[in-house]
């Protein structure tokens, strides 16, 4: 059964942003698109004209030209011409998409960055915000300007590794979208240091010996993930910094990145919940992220049983 891929559709740079993103996920998984554009409903009052008829006209029209022209900027760009298209009216564009996920049984929605943003780095907004508290779907996150930097192919998946549960379920789902590929997967575990923990007053000597002490625990916490793997080309990376930015910067991420992170295991099952460090490091990514949902399975639903 092939996946589907819901991209929420925008006029702008974003929704470009989003449309790079699906593209490359799309090779990843060779997946279908949905592209779908949300747009406000008008709103009811009587009228004694036909205003209120040619506006709906209006925006209908909008719709239908914001999600065409997203089919052919993936055909003409990307080369990728199986998708389909839909507008749909919702006051919440996040709700809509949420709504469009469900009923066509996508397995990942796509958006782009919120406005505003850093250049390079994702932006949360509203709808990502919503999404992110409610989906059943994975999230996928494009960065800022991801349009003009995604590569053609993905060489490395990127797994977040902070101390929970689910990071196991997240290596394995990365190890199953990079094997047929040959990508790499890699484990990450961003500390930040300890004067941020233990106060600006603990003596330099102590601050040194509790890091090494935090990241030899998050080493034999990576190194347990990746038994459960099976395999011996999966590596694991601990950095640490004064702040969570810094401690991704010194990471290296390159432009054929994606981070894969996966929900906190307190939320509800089979729902996207972000945990403190994963909300830190969407907030301060510089390459596309992907949020899976607890209990997430590439397989479908009629295939777990």
């Known amino acids: 059964m ?3 891929i819901l991209v929420g559709v925008t006029p702008d740079d974003a929704g470009e942003d ?3 993103l699906a593209a490359v ?3 990843l998984t060779d ?3 949905k592209l779908t554009h949300i747009f406000p409903p008008p709103f009811e009052f009587p009228s004694l004209t036909s205003v209120d008829a040619e506006w709906r006209a209006f925006v ?3 719709a239908e030209f914001a999600v065409s022209e997203a089919a052919e900027l993936l055909a003409t760009d990307w080369n990728i011409t199986n998708v389909s ?3 749909r009216a919702n006051p919440s564009r996040g709700r809509g998409l949420l709504a469009a996920a469900k009923e066509h049984d996508a397995r990942v929605i796509v958006i782009g960055p919120a406005p505003s943003g850093r250049k390079g780095a994702l932006s949360l907004g509203s709808v990502a915000d919503r999404l992110l ?3 059943s779907a994975v999230i996928a996150l494009a960065p800022e300007g991801y349009r003009e930097t995604a590569p053609e192919f993905l060489r490395r998946l990127v797994v977040a590794c902070p101390p929970a549960d689910e990071s196991e379920l997240a290596a394995h789902t990365a190890l199953r979208l990079a094997t047929p590929h040959g990508l790499s997967v890699e484990l990450l575990t961003p500390l930040v240091s300890p004067s941020r923990v233990l106060g600006s007053r ?3 000597d102590t601050e040194r010996a509790f890091m090494e002490r935090l990241t030899e625990h998050e080493r034999e916490v990576q190194a347990a993930v990746i038994a459960t793997l099976g395999r011996d080309d999966v590596t694991g990376v601990v950095t640490s910094g004064d702040t969570t930015d810094r401690a991704l910067a010194r990471y290296g991420f390159t432009d054929e990145d994606l981070l894969v992170l996966a929900s906190s295991n307190e939320g509800p099952i089979h729902r996207v919940v972000l945990g403190d460090m994963t909300h830190r490091m969407l907030r301060h990514c510089d390459v596309p992220a992907m949020v899976l949902p607890r209990s997430f399975s590439l397989r479908p639903e009629k295939d777990n049983a």
Do not use: D, F, G, W
């Open 25 to 27: 996920l799309t090779r």
């Open 60 to 62: 209908q029209e909008r």
């Open 18 to 20: 989003a449309l790079a």
């Open 202 to 204: 603990v003596p330099r």
């Open 2 to 4: 092939t996946m589907n």
């Open 133 to 135: 508290h409610n989906s």
């Open 31 to 33: 997946a279908r698109i």
């Open 85 to 87: 298209t839909e507008t």
